[in-house]
């Protein structure tokens, strides 16, 4: 089955640093949508940024990441980490586009920035 | 933006007992999904449900689990019996209709429930 793999489990950062957060998967399907979801605590996990397109750099609220399919890989960046960015943030993987497939979640990368 | 309840944050049971856990998702949204996650672990796909019908479940949704969402109200997780290793944080979660738009999730904050 599908799989998604964060390296890191926690991040630790100087604010004005930059980020990146590594993601890979597997699966079998040419068009996978990967997807970023942030978890603030107390919150609800909610959407950063999605992509199903190869090689075209997606950007939100300052952070970025480009689709590889030939690496498969998805990559969470920001240029200049905030006190604010300090959540979880979670890599996904959904097999199917224009349909309500379950998504694949990694295991998550814990981000703390510090002053 | 869009926001699902979840009632309650925090549930505890003893083993055998059942339990409802209820969502409240966006209001015009079609599609309504539980993910489970244990303490430490990723969140894992349980269940989705449209038009009324369960569409795909993982092998984590056991026999003992039903989904439902009468009449527009409520859609519910019920787990009966419980079991100890059904202690976990629930997420509902609902998206829109139609398109890319569908593969957007709106979550919720999660009922924690420890089976005793």
């Known amino acids: 089955g599908d799989s998604v793999t964060q390296t890191e489990g926690l991040v630790t950062l100087t604010e004005g640093l930059p980020v990146m957060l590594n993601c890979t998967y597997q699966?079998?399907?040419?068009?996978?949508?990967l997807f970023w979801y942030v978890h603030y605590l107390n919150e609800s996990p909610r959407l950063l940024l999605k992509s199903s397109t190869d090689n075209k750099r997606t950007e939100h609220q300052g952070f970025h990441a480009t689709l590889h399919k030939s690496s498969s890989s998805f990559h969470l960046q920001k240029s200049s980490a905030q006190l604010s960015d300090s959540a979880l943030y979670y890599c996904a993987l959904s097999d199917q586009t224009g349909f309500a497939s379950a998504l694949t979640f990694g295991s998550g990368t814990k981000v703390i920035v510090l002053p | 933006g869009p926001k699902v309840l979840q009632i309650p944050s925090h549930q505890i049971i003893d083993m055998g007992q059942m339990v409802t856990l209820n969502c409240d998702p966006v209001s015009n949204h079609l599609y309504f999904y539980w993910y489970k996650q244990i303490l430490g672990q990723q969140m894992e796909f349980l269940v989705n449900f449209y038009n009324g019908k369960v569409m795909e479940k993982s092998k984590l949704f056991k026999d003992q689990f039903s989904v439902e969402r009468p009449d527009g109200s409520y859609f519910t997780l019920k787990i009966q019996p419980t079991a100890l290793e059904d202690s976990a944080v629930y997420f509902c979660?609902?998206?829109?209709?139609?398109?890319?738009?569908?593969?957007?999730?709106?979550f919720g904050s999660g009922t924690r429930l420890t089976v005793l």
């Open positions: 979660a609902s998206s829109p209709p139609g398109g890319r738009s569908a593969e957007t999730l709106y």
């Open positions: 699966t079998i399907y040419s068009n996978p949508f």
